[in-house]
C-alpha cells in the first residue's frame, strides 16, 4: 500500500506543481487540467507560527535591549508582511482552496507565505546572534528555543511544498514540539 503523502508529492511532481505536496491535499485530473486542493489551516498554522515567533522573542527586553530599536524595528517590518501575506492568503482562500494547474494566483499566495516566513526567521535568527554575548543565558535560552521551533516550521513547510534546501543540522523537535512551542494549534 502506498504512503498518502507520498502518493500526492508523485502526482504533483508529475502535474508540474509543488504545492499538491501538502498534507491532507488531494489531487484530481481530469483531461488536461490537474486540481489540487490545499490543507489552508497548515498554511495558516505556519504563517502564525512566524507571528508567535516574532512575539516571543521581542518579548525578551533583554534580546530586545541588545539588538536595538533599528533591528527590532527590522524585525517588526518582516513579521507586518509576514502578517499581510498571511490575511490575503487567508481571505483569498477561506476555509479550503482549489487550484487548477493553470492557476497561479493561489501558488502566489502561498509563495510569499513563505518568502515572509522565511524573512522572519533570517531577521530572528541575525538579532539572536548579535545579541548572543549581550544577554543572559536564560534570555537567550528563550529566544533560541522561538528560533529553532521557527526554524523547524520553515523547513517542514519547503519540505511540504517540495522546495530543494539543505536540511537544517540539528534540528531535534518535529513540527508538532514547533507548533506547540510558538502556540499554534493545527
Do not use: W
Request: with cysteine.
Amino acid at each position: 500500500m502506498r504512503n498518502p503523502s507520498r502518493r500526492c508529492f508523485l502526482r504533483a511532481l508529475a502535474a508540474g506543481s509543488a504545492i499538491g505536496v501538502l498534507g491532507a491535499c488531494t489531487v484530481s485530473t481530469s483531461g488536461n487540467v490537474t486540481t489540487i486542493t490545499v490543507n489552508v489551516a497548515k498554511v495558516k498554522a505556519y504563517g502564525t507560527a512566524g507571528l508567535n515567533a516574532v512575539s516571543t522573542i521581542l518579548s525578551v527586553a533583554a534580546i530586545a535591549s541588545a539588538i536595538g530599536a533599528p533591528a527590532v524595528a527590522g524585525i517588526e517590518a518582516a513579521s507586518v508582511a509576514l502578517s499581510a501575506s498571511l490575511a490575503a492568503f487567508s481571505t483569498a482562500a477561506g476555509s479550503s482552496v482549489t487550484v487548477t494547474y493553470d492557476n497561479t494566483s493561489f501558488k502566489t499566495a502561498i509563495d510569499s507565505v513563505l518568502a515572509d516566513l522565511k524573512a522572519v526567521a533570517s531577521d530572528l535568527a541575525a538579532a539572536i546572534s548579535g545579541a548572543n554575548t549581550k544577554v543572559g543565558s536564560s534570555a537567550l535560552s528563550t529566544a533560541t528555543t522561538a528560533l529553532d521551533a521557527l526554524q523547524t516550521v520553515v523547513s517542514v513547510f519547503e519540505g511540504l511544498l517540495g522546495v530543494v534546501s539543505a536540511r537544517r543540522v540539528g534540528a531535534t523537535m518535529t513540527e508538532a514540539q514547533a507548533l506547540a512551542i510558538l502556540h499554534v494549534a493545527v
